[in-house]
């Protein structure tokens, strides 16, 4: 499959400095795959997310649940805020499905701020532009600029 192709998307200083920012309780991963293909991908980066409120959207499915908590359901992103106790969280993805996700979970009073990724898809010039017609919060390259972006935020809103 192409998750064997895959490379992992964020760096450990980053998920350092986003643990730094809001706690590593608050850091989470909700994917479509089972655990055991993320892991692959994610590797020793997982000891940085909380797993109580990780979501593995395939095992829940493989455990029963109904095929229609798939994105772009806000499933995975409801019981993950939930699971960590937040009303509003930041969801990062680079696709459609993952907006939608994110929309989806903000009309289930779950504020879901959304970063869409362009440097991991094949056309990022594209990805941009779907991202942008789409509504998204936030875009960029790389998920490793998310913690400068939120430090410049808080000192605009300071």
């Known amino acids: 499959g192409l998750y064997t192709k895959e490379t992992r998307s964020i ?3 980053t998920l350092r400095r986003l643990s730094e920012i809001y706690g590593a309780e608050k850091l989470a991963v909700v994917t479509g795959r089972n655990r055991r293909l993320a892991m ?11 797993d109580r409120a990780s979501v593995f959207i395939a095992d829940e499915i493989m455990g029963g ?3 229609t908590i798939q994105k772009p359901s806000p499933y ?9 106790g937040v009303p509003t969280l930041i969801y990062v993805g680079d696709s459609a499905e993952d907006i939608a996700m994110a929309q989806n979970a903000s009309e289930f009073g779950i504020r879901t701020l959304f970063v869409g990724v362009t440097g991991l898809t094949h056309n990022p010039s594209r990805a941009r532009n779907m991202f942008a017609s789409l509504g998204a919060d936030v875009i960029v390259e790389s998920v490793d600029s998310l913690p400068f972006i939120i430090e410049e935020a808080k000192k605009s809103a300071a």
Do not use: C, Q, V, W
């Not at 692959?40 to 909380?50: D, P, R, S």
């Not at 995975?76 to 960590?84: F, N, P, R, W």
């Open 65 to 67: 649940a109904p095929p």
């Open 11 to 13: 760096r450990e200083e």
């Open 40 to 50: 692959l991908t994610i590797g020793g980066l997982y000891k940085h997310f909380n």
């Open 76 to 84: 995975g992103i409801i019981k993950s805020a939930s699971d960590m």
